[in-house]
């Protein structure tokens, strides 16, 4: 066995002890949420029936850290720190000088991200004194960490799961049940939302979208009995997942490696947004140049394809509208799609970055997806969720990428997921039964045509088709890693590759150091551009002077240098 180290754990004291809000660091403010009914800036009361008081708080404040409460970091202890492992075996079956790194999230209880938010979405409607929270699901993974999160805190659990799902993902909803939640198909008649869709199509297979007016509406109408959680999108979603990239940004300096690109899948942004956003701050405030790629699906391509406007989140027209990367709120996703992240629209977070080019976006197609996620289970034995899957096909192509440009490049991705119940997938991509889908334009020209007009803003507002940053290879970077297979690959060598810089970071720039959460300048450091607006709501308040909790973190740290704080 070498002595060459691929798996990077922290101890449960580096579990985070606040979540990283990227709202202090935006160079310009999100644009305001609008009320569905007079599109007018919705205020906390606005919202108070649908979330509790502290979620308000966090979806609106620009302070940089938020404290994550004590009982959340002891649910948090059953999976964090999750680890994070160098993908050897990949890169050996791609003979690549690349070095790929992945946090593996698929471990948690849910098998996914999502409990990372779902649990303090649970104890902050637990505090709060609600009875229970209504959701929707989609392929289950967001239904199944609510369920457990509100078991834990013995809340009530209404879950509106896509039809199409709820039909082709029995265990799924089996396991959503056995933590005592009530599942019903979407569409439904339960609501008049579900009942209207129902309505104009009887046959319908159901749409996050409508999914999420139906439980939007049990929320509404229950006089504060339930109130409603999400599972992404929301800029509170994001920041719980900022866990996950904090985490990474540890484990990468025992590694002795910074990522040269960090990628990550994108359906509502949430897991994108965990891995990335620590990173992104580094760039905006620590001078650092890390390249962040957010992967869609071609069937749904919102950030590629879609318009940067107002839309609303939900198919009904119930939920507040949101200037958002959006392909309308009336896509419904062609059944043949079996790689997940459906959603019509994204983070605002998200869409405002890609729009202020701090990130880029790609579209990849479902067979390379598929493609790639077989040539990484067979390497690293971890069969990833289709979601995760189009992160790996980045991933490849980038890898792939860099060995035709003899360049050691260090990547960095989300393994968001575990592909468990995604099986029946698997199983029609292996007998050849899935075919790439591009969405058609009529389509998004058509759900476009029914997006709020909003005074002042044009409603179709289409990204210019994004220049290529990076040549990729013009054969099919699947079908290239044909030519090594995993076992013949022998262990434990060093991929030939450049001299590889302090950390992974360009040297000879100013960029030698990297940044821990605040290891640099603590409390010290100035956002690029003055404060944001005066928030809605009281900030929370601010943290004092950031702390990992893990001894000597707070230092600054230059790696290859120094102690390893987590051995000291
Ligand atoms: C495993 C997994 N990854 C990714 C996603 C997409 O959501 P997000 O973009 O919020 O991470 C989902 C959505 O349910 C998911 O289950």
Redesign the pocket.
């Known amino acids: 066995m070498s002595d060459e180290t691929i798996r990077f754990d922290l101890p449960q004291s580096a579990i985070p002890t606040r979540w990283y809000n990227i709202q202090a660091d935006l160079p310009r403010p999100l644009p305001p949420v609008l009320h569905p009914a007079t599109y007018k800036p919705v205020g906390p009361e606005d919202l108070a029936p649908l979330f509790p008081k502290a979620l308000i708080e966090q979806e609106v404040s620009t302070e940089r850290f938020i404290e994550i409460p004590e009982e959340v970091r002891e649910i948090y202890k059953l999976w964090r720190p999750t680890p994070l492992i160098r993908a050897r075996r990949l890169e050996k079956a791609l003979d690549t000088p690349a070095h790929i790194y992945f946090k593996y ?2 471990g948690s209880p849910s ?4 409990l990372n938010t779902a649990v303090p979405q649970a104890y902050y409607n637990k505090l709060e004194g609600v009875q229970g929270l209504t959701t929707e ?6 239904g199944t960490a609510l369920s457990i999160a509100t078991s834990f805190f013995d809340l009530e659990c209404i879950v509106y799961m896509v039809k199409v799902s709820y039909q082709q993902k029995p265990y799924r909803r089996a396991i959503i049940q056995s933590f005592g939640a009530n599942v019903t198909p979407s569409p439904s008649d339960t609501t008049e939302a579900g009942r209207r869709f129902l309505a104009e199509d009887p046959d319908s297979t159901g749409s996050l979208g409508m999914a999420i007016s139906e439980a939007v509406e049990v929320a509404v109408t229950s006089g504060g009995k339930y109130k409603y959680a999400l ?3 929301l800029n509170h ?1 994001l920041m719980h ?1 900022t866990v996950i990239g904090q985490e990474a940004l540890l484990q990468l300096r025992r590694a002795d490696a910074y990522p040269d690109v960090v990628i ?11 891995i990335a956003f620590p990173f992104i701050r580094n760039n905006l405030n620590h001078g650092t140049n890390t390249r962040i790629v957010a992967v869609e699906p071609a069937a749904c391509p919102t950030l590629t394809r879609g318009s940067y406007t107002y839309d609303y989140g939900d198919t009904a027209g119930m939920a507040p509208v949101v200037k958002m990367h959006t392909l309308g709120a009336s896509f419904v996703p062609a059944p043949l799609h079996a790689g ?2 459906r ?1 019509h629209g994204m ?1 605002s977070i998200i869409s405002e970055l890609l729009d202020q080019d701090l990130i880029e976006a790609l579209a990849l197609p479902q067979l390379e997806v598929f493609g790639a996620a077989l040539k990484f289970l067979r390497s690293e034995g971890i069969v990833p ?1 289709p ?2 899957s189009h992160a790996i096909a980045a991933v490849i192509r980038e890898a792939l990428a860099a060995k035709e440009a003899g360049e050691k490049r260090t990547i960095l991705f989300n393994l ?2 575990h592909g468990h119940f995604d099986m029946a997938a698997y199983d029609a991509y292996n007998r050849g039964e899935l075919s790439d889908y591009e969405y058609p334009q009529e389509a998004i020209d058509a759900a476009m045509a029914k997006v709020p007009q909003i005074e002042g803003q044009p409603k179709v507002v289409r990204r210019p088709a994004p220049a290529p940053v990076e040549e990729i290879r013009s054969e099919d970077p699947v079908a290239a890693l044909e030519e090594t297979a995993p076992e013949e690959a022998p262990g434990g060598e060093e991929a030939p590759g450049g001299e590889e810089a302090p950390g992974g970071v360009e040297s000879g720039g100013e960029t030698e150091a990297f940044v821990v959460p605040d290891a640099v300048t603590p409390g010290g450091e100035a956002p690029a551009v003055p404060a944001i607006d005066v928030p809605l709501v009281p900030a929370v308040e601010a943290p004092g002077i950031p702390s990992l909790d893990v001894p000597g973190v707070d230092a600054p740290v230059v790696p290859g240098f120094g102690e390893d704080p987590i051995d000291s």
Do not use: D, I, M, R
Not at 111 to 114: L, M, N, P, Q, R
Not at 137 to 142: D, V, Y
Not at 264 to 274: E, I, L
């Open positions: 999230e698929g098998g996914s991200h999502k699901t989609g392929a289950g993974q967001w599972g992404s999108v979603v997942q990550g899948c994108t359906g509502g942004g949430s897991n994108f947004a965990g997940g992240l959603y983070a969720a979601e995760p968001c997921g």
